[in-house]
């Protein structure tokens, strides 16, 4: 679900509009493929609903923190870093926010493509958020995926070394009640036990808090028991999968906390990009409803 104030303004919208919903930007998208919505604020999308389906693919808290605090939900964009992995040759006088600069940064809008099927939002930061790197983002929409990409260029004159992620939270009826598939086999760091290395065994269950980064490039099938969503990526061998557990957040008690499953493509520090002068990287993420002719 979504909170009641963003779907009343989204069932309002014919089209397109742009509007103020908690103190922050939004643009808004209610056409005949379904719904999106992306906030300015770090080129975040915080809803995607397409036609037909009952329930949104993404999850958004209903109790978001005022400005400047993140929007906790949807597919936040960790940029030029990914948590605190910042390296020192980029930032050696100053620290930085954890999971970079760019989703708490101004972002533009630079252009809708409309077609047939559905539609591609581009965007760009306001402002340089990085002294030898540009970013962009382009997400697309339609009746049957949403795909987000991130894209990083090397505008400077040596070679860069970065981190990212998209980091997606998956719309679930209950977490506890998840299976993840398609990570057996994969190795995996686990935060919670000081990144010790571990081997994922047969498919991933919740029952509390987990925080890892699976050394996997493989799509990722969340079963809730009702819903089946795919996670694909692309450029990225990192898979973080996080959930806090029974632990309450800042901004989101721990029932609502239940409704979301975190499973990102990433390059962290099993993975970072090195850029040389002039290269770019795209980090991608796709969610589908896979189908019986896609599980075979």
Same mark, same amino acid.
């Given at each position: 679900m979504i909170p009641d104030s963003l779907q009343q303004r989204l069932e309002t919208t014919d089209g397109q509009q742009t509007l103020t919903w908690q103190g922050r930007e939004l643009v808004l998208f209610n056409q005949d493929w379904g719904q999106l919505a992306v906030a300015l604020t770090g080129a975040q999308v915080v809803h995607f609903q397409p036609t037909g389906d009952t329930a949104p693919w993404l999850w958004l808290t209903p109790t978001p923190a005022p400005p400047p605090a993140p929007l906790r939900g949807g597919i936040p964009? @960790?940029?030029p870093w990914f948590g605190d992995e910042r390296y020192a040759d980029e930032h050696p006088d100053r620290p930085g926010p954890f999971h970079g600069t760019a989703r708490l940064a101004p972002w533009r809008l630079d252009g809708v493509d409309e077609h047939e099927e559905g539609i591609e939002v581009h965007l760009s930061p306001e402002q340089r958020l990085h002294g030898r790197l540009n970013a962009r983002a382009v997400i697309q929409a339609n009746a049957r995926r949403l795909h987000v990409e991130?894209?990083?260029?090397?505008?400077?004159?040596?070679? !860069? #070394? &970065?981190?990212?992620?998209?980091? &997606?939270y998956v719309a679930v009826s209950d977490a506890f009640a998840c299976r993840l598939e398609g990570l057996a086999g994969a190795?995996?760091?686990? #935060?919670?036990?000081?990144f010790a290395e571990g081997e994922q065994q047969g498919v991933l269950a919740l029952g509390g808090a987990v925080d890892r980064i699976y050394h996997s490039n493989a799509a990722v099938d969340v079963d809730d028991g009702r819903r089946l969503l795919r996670v694909a990526k692309e450029q990225s061998d990192s898979t973080v999968v996080w959930h806090p557990g029974q632990t309450p957040l800042d901004d989101t008690?721990?029932?609502?906390?239940?409704?979301?499953? @975190?499973v990102e493509a990433a390059n962290t520090r099993l993975d970072p990009v090195w850029l !040389?002068?002039?290269?770019?990287?795209?980090?991608? &993420? &796709?969610?589908?409803?896979?189908?019986?002719?896609?599980s075979a």
């Open positions: 964009l @960790c940029w991130l894209i990083s260029e090397n505008v400077g004159d040596a070679p !860069v #070394k &970065t981190s990212a992620a998209l980091h &997606t190795r995996y760091l686990d #935060k919670h036990r000081g008690p721990a029932a609502a906390a239940r409704g979301f499953v @975190c !040389v002068p002039g290269a770019q990287h795209l980090l991608g &993420t &796709t969610l589908t409803r896979p189908t019986t002719e896609d």
